[in-house]
């Protein structure tokens, strides 16, 4: 029986955990943590026959004949680079699941920003023309649950996959290759895990490179500048009218006259997508030109568009209390994902903001904060740090609150002092110093918001 161990618990490695076993494989997890909730995920797998080390790290002289890392493992781990050396075969979960479904067409979306609503907004276009094609990745289900469920129940085969991919994922894929392929933004991100701009930028590209079809945000200054060259034939798709866009003029896709068009074809009137920012408008456009590409018809999708909800946690209306909209902009994990968020949002906003800094250029989200926000609340362990740079930059409404408890009932304090038209979560951080994710703090969030509001 060949012996596969799987590197990190949570959602994928559970997923991926189940998937060999069935397949045959004798299966070993190890995660180096021991929370609650990965103890409660160990159990159900020994009840199933797999073995589950925690608070373990891997140890690449047990010599397994596969090795497969989560999306949160470096790919540059020592024990890794070892396995590799020793001929280890080692992949990710990602490039797992591709080995199962590679016969079902898939679209791969990835992209520092923008990532899941536009992939959240292909799938439900999908869904609307009738197609079996849930959101996957970093979105929905682990892959390699969808892969689980195939091989379980092919009565009901899938007809797409929609796959939310991060950097991490494509650095662990050595053959995954989608027939649409989506480069949503690329600002700098995860340089702690990529060191250089340069190599997150080649680390994204195999994406594209595998991909049957490309599909660019046209408005993006840095994917403008370097993808025409190396995707001459893309599909690109731009907010400022045909005249935008490159590559392959008849598929582009672009906004005139407050609507979606393709090739001189009217889609949909833009102010049926309930999410509001150019960002979100850029994300609309790269999910019409995927849903044109597929052959879905026009009706579908100005239908799908119109019934569209938008994404927990980015930019989420939780409620309007005392006249004031209190936002959920969690996912915004670092500094242009914050600075998109609070430029969408109408001022004054009181701003809270922190958790772990990640390295980036925070410039743009400084000159965002100076326009809008009356005041700014800070948590987590940036929040040191961050006072220290909002003040050198002449901005002084500051204060370090430390906590999300703390932070809800001072803002709405400072919302009626400003008399702010919103009070808006746009970390700008990871949120691994006090929650377990991003989704974490922003359901953290919005709990606050209901029992502050009664």
């Not at 012996?3 to 998937?19: E, W």
């Not at 990965?38 to 608070?55: D, S």
């Not at 895990?193 to 590209?205: E, G, M, Q, S, V």
């Not at 009706?299 to 909800?309: D, G, K, L, Q």
Request: net charge negative; with cysteine; proline share 5%.
């Amino acid at each position: 029986m060949p012996n596969a161990h799987i590197i990190g618990l949570g959602k994928s490695g559970n997923a991926t955990a189940r998937l060999l076993k069935v397949q045959g494989w004798q299966v070993t997890v190890s995660d180096r943590n021991t929370s609650e909730s990965l103890q409660q995920q160990c159990q159900t797998l020994i009840e199933e026959g797999i073995t589950v080390n925690l608070g373990q790290n891997f140890d690449p002289d047990t010599a397994p004949d596969l090795v497969v890392v989560s999306p949160g493992v470096p790919w540059d781990l020592p024990a890794l680079e070892t396995a590799r050396s020793l001929g280890i075969e080692t992949i990710g979960e990602m490039e797992l699941a591709w080995r199962n479904l590679q016969d079902i067409p898939w679209v791969g979306i990835t992209g520092t920003n923008g990532k899941t609503t536009t992939t959240a907004l292909i799938a439900k276009i999908f869904e609307v023309a009738g197609s079996a094609a849930p959101a996957c990745g970093n979105i929905g289900n682990a892959v390699c649950e969808l892969a689980l469920q195939q091989q379980q129940n092919s009565s009901t085969p899938l007809d797409w996959v929609i796959a939310e991919i991060s950097s991490f994922q494509i650095e662990s894929s050595s053959t995954l290759a989608p027939q649409i392929g989506i480069w949503t933004t690329f600002t700098p991100d995860h340089l702690n895990r990529h060191y250089t701009l340069d190599n997150y930028f080649r680390i994204k590209a195999r994406l594209m490179e595998r991909s049957q079809v490309q599909v660019f945000n046209g408005d993006d200054a840095y994917l403008r500048r370097a993808a025409p060259e190396l995707w001459p034939q893309a599909v690109w798709t731009s907010v400022n009218g045909a005249e935008e866009l490159l590559g392959d003029r008849q598929r582009g896709v672009y906004i005139q006259e407050n609507w979606v068009y393709q090739n001189g074809c009217a889609i949909a009137p833009v102010d049926s997508l309930k999410m509001v920012g150019d960002h979100n408008r850029q994300n609309l456009l790269m999910a019409v030109a995927a849903a044109r590409i597929a052959g879905i018809d026009k009706e579908a999708i100005a239908h799908a568009i119109s019934t569209f909800p938008g994404v927990p946690h980015r930019l989420e209306e939780v409620n309007t209390w005392m006249g004031i909209r209190w936002i959920n902009d969690s996912k915004a994990t670092n500094y242009d994902a914050a600075q998109v968020g609070l430029a969408a949002v109408e001022p004054p906003v009181i701003l809270i903001a922190g958790g772990e800094a990640k390295a980036g250029d925070d410039t743009h989200w400084i000159n965002t904060i100076h326009q809008k926000a009356a005041a700014v609340l800070l948590i987590g362990t940036a929040a040191p740090t961050f006072a220290q740079r909002l003040q050198e930059t002449d901005y002084h409404n500051v204060e370090i609150v430390e906590t999300l408890e703390n932070a809800i009932p001072r803002a709405a304090e400072l919302a009626s002092v400003f008399q702010a038209k919103a009070v808006l979560l746009s970390p700008a951080c990871a949120s691994f110093d006090q929650y377990r994710s991003f989704e974490h703090r922003g359901d953290r969030f919005r709990e606050l918001c209901w029992e502050l509001m009664g």
